[in-house]
């Protein structure tokens, strides 16, 4: 073997073109320009005949819009008697409402498990104990974008919900009060305020802190989820007013944890949910998910959940509307509901 180590130099050569293959690259590129832009007409072929003449699939058609990328998950996390329903979708993350203080620590564990450090979107539907409980420590504990509740202005903010506020401050998290049309951007979908609460004229009840709830939906490609908080029939009669038949969603969130004073015929009516989940407590003190609820549900034939029963309940959906459900128990036959 030689001792000496061979080099290889780059050798640069430059020849002239010749005139043939300035020819050619004007001939293809006048080419590529006549089938972009007068495909399909008269004796130009379209891309997609062109495509099928070598042998491949042809392209998406333009007028076609492409399918958003990626899954939504619609989480409806067991955090006992309350709400906390988490939303992921391309990344991003959003989480309304975060259940009773007593269900905090299980909540950011939770939260962490689905893969959670970010939020980009925390929405309090309204300033009640079994929404705001596990609010604080949500600020706390992962890195939220924004906080997004009702107009407070007129309510005497106290407890958790001013803790809440304070938190968000402590934080740096900017607070917006919602309005209706308002859309966040989470992932590929979007979530749009339909309704920022209405005012109810038992000011100060708990039926009219209820009616502050603000309504939701979710829309990532065809899967569309509502979220309408604990809205009461007042608010929910004022949501269907405003959007006669276009309330239409795939999932519903049944409104106050299954409550009789919520989900009204003419609500279910108009969403035409094929799934409806109920966020509530073993054993509540208020009787939630109502007999009359449950009924209701059967007789329109759609799929209800409950975590009580079923626990954490998951629902995969794709863009096309199509979903799947996943469920953190079986519950025992005897306080499932009939099928
Ligand atoms: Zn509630």
């Not at 293809?28 to 004796?43: D, H, K, P, R, S």
């Not at 104990?129 to 939220?144: E, I, K, P």
Request: glycine share 8%; aromatic share 8%; hydrophobic share 35%.
């Amino acid at each position: 073997m030689s001792k000496y180590r061979r080099h290889r130099y780059c050798r640069h050569s430059y020849r002239r073109p010749q005139v043939w293959t300035i020819v050619a690259a004007v001939l293809i590129a006048v080419a590529l320009y006549v089938v972009e832009n007068y495909g399909g007409n008269g004796f130009v072929p379209s891309w997609d005949q062109i495509y099928q003449w070598v042998g491949l699939e042809p392209s998406q058609s333009e007028t076609t819009a492409p399918l958003p990328e990626g899954e939504t998950e619609v989480v409806f996390l067991d955090v006992g008697q309350g709400d906390a329903v988490l939303i992921l979708q391309n990344g991003a993350a959003c989480l309304i409402d975060a259940g009773p203080k007593d269900a905090r620590q299980n909540l950011v564990q939770d939260l962490r498990s689905y893969g959670v450090s970010q939020l980009d979107l925390l929405v309090m539907t309204h300033p009640h104990a079994d929404h705001v409980g596990g609010m604080q420590a949500v600020l706390q504990n992962f890195d939220v974008q924004t906080l997004l509740t009702p107009d407070l202005s007129e309510t005497d903010v106290t407890g958790q919900t001013q803790r809440t506020l304070q938190t968000a401050q402590e934080c740096g998290v900017p607070v917006e009060t919602a309005y209706t049309g308002q859309q966040y951007t989470i992932g590929t979908g979007t979530l749009t305020v339909l309704l920022p609460g209405v005012d109810a004229d038992t000011a100060g009840s708990d039926d009219a802190i209820n009616d502050m709830s603000l309504c939701l939906r979710f829309e990532a490609g065809n899967f569309t989820f509502l979220d309408t908080g604990d809205a009461e029939r007042n608010e929910e009669a004022a949501l269907a007013e405003q959007y006669p038949f276009r309330l239409r969603s795939t999932v519903f969130k049944a409104g106050h944890h299954g409550s009789s004073t919520s989900n009204t015929q003419t609500l279910l009516w108009q969403v035409q949910p094929q799934l409806v989940v109920a966020s509530c407590g073993l054993n509540n003190d208020y009787g939630h998910p109502h007999r009359e609820v449950i009924q209701e549900m059967q007789d329109e034939g759609i799929d209800f959940y409950r975590t009580d029963l079923y626990g954490t309940v998951t629902v995969t959906a794709q863009a096309d509307g199509s979903f799947t459900v996943q469920t953190a128990k079986q519950p025992d036959e005897e306080l499932a509901p009939a099928a």
